[in-house]
């Protein structure tokens, strides 16, 4: 079966520092992987999607930034953080598929950055 | 672009009675619809999908959603409510090729006991 880990779980950063988190998936090949952020609990935003290694799509401009260094890691970076970044952040991988298909997103647990 | 909406910020149902959480969109061409649902500070969990086929759809943990073609409609409904299904449950729809998806703002279900 198939596996989606994320961490670190929280963190707390000082404005201007900088980010990485990382999520990883096990038991699956060349899967579409996406980050999203979650603000005061309610409403998901998509800020990256990739379908390769080294193939990412950014949806909102900002000052976060993704990789996909290796087939099933993908990491969210930013070299500055600001107040606004502050959220839960969440990883999520589906089955590539073309145009014909639809198949549902699998979400990882979830990472709580705080800005302070 | 593609879009749903969920027009309830809160539903509340007694334990033992049918609920039902209400989502439209609005797409062009087919629809490929979801319902995802998200417990405190968890990952949202994979309910059910509607692609095409039956109107009805069964899902995980006793719940199915309706598709109406004419109303625009993808309502989640379960028969008989429990207190455990208190939570975030998120609409959403396909959104281009790539498999990404658009997500309602959400509806908080409060089972009362």
């Known amino acids: 079966s198939q596996t989606i880990h994320q961490w670190p779980a929280t963190l707390v950063q000082p404005v201007g520092s900088p980010l990485s988190l990382e999520c990883t998936v096990e038991?699956?090949?060349?899967?579409?992987l996406y980050w999203y952020r979650q603000a005061a609990g309610r409403g998901l935003q998509l800020l990256f999607y990739?379908?390769?290694?080294?193939?990412i799509s950014s949806e909102v401009p900002q000052n976060l930034s993704a990789s996909r260094p290796q087939d099933r890691q993908f990491i969210l970076s930013s070299k500055k953080l600001l107040l606004s970044d502050s959220g839960f952040y969440l990883c999520?991988?589906?089955?590539?598929?073309?145009?014909?298909?639809?198949?549902?997103?699998?979400f990882g647990p979830g990472t709580r950055l705080t800005v302070t | 672009a593609q879009s749903v909406a969920q027009p309830e910020d809160q539903v509340n149902v007694a334990e033992g009675n049918p609920l039902t959480v209400k989502c439209t969109y609005s797409?062009?061409?087919?629809?490929?619809l979801f319902w995802y649902v998200q417990y405190p500070n968890r990952g949202l969990q994979f309910l059910l999908k509607?692609?095409?086929?039956?109107?009805l759809v069964k899902g995980s943990y006793g719940f199915e959603a309706e598709f109406n073609k004419s109303q625009t409609s993808f309502h989640l409904k379960k028969p008989s409510a429990l207190v455990s299904d208190s939570a975030l449950y998120f609409c959403?729809?396909?959104?281009?090729?790539?498999?990404?998806?658009?997500f309602g703002t959400g509806t908080r279900l409060l089972v009362s006991p």
């Open positions: 999520a991988w589906s089955r590539f598929g073309t145009s014909g298909t639809s198949y549902e997103q699998y």
């Open positions: 038991g699956t090949s060349n899967p579409n």
């Open positions: 990739s379908v390769g290694i080294g193939q």
């Open positions: 797409v062009s061409g087919n629809p490929y």
């Open positions: 509607y692609i095409t086929g039956d109107n």
């Open positions: 959403a729809v396909r959104d281009g090729g790539f498999q990404k998806l658009v």
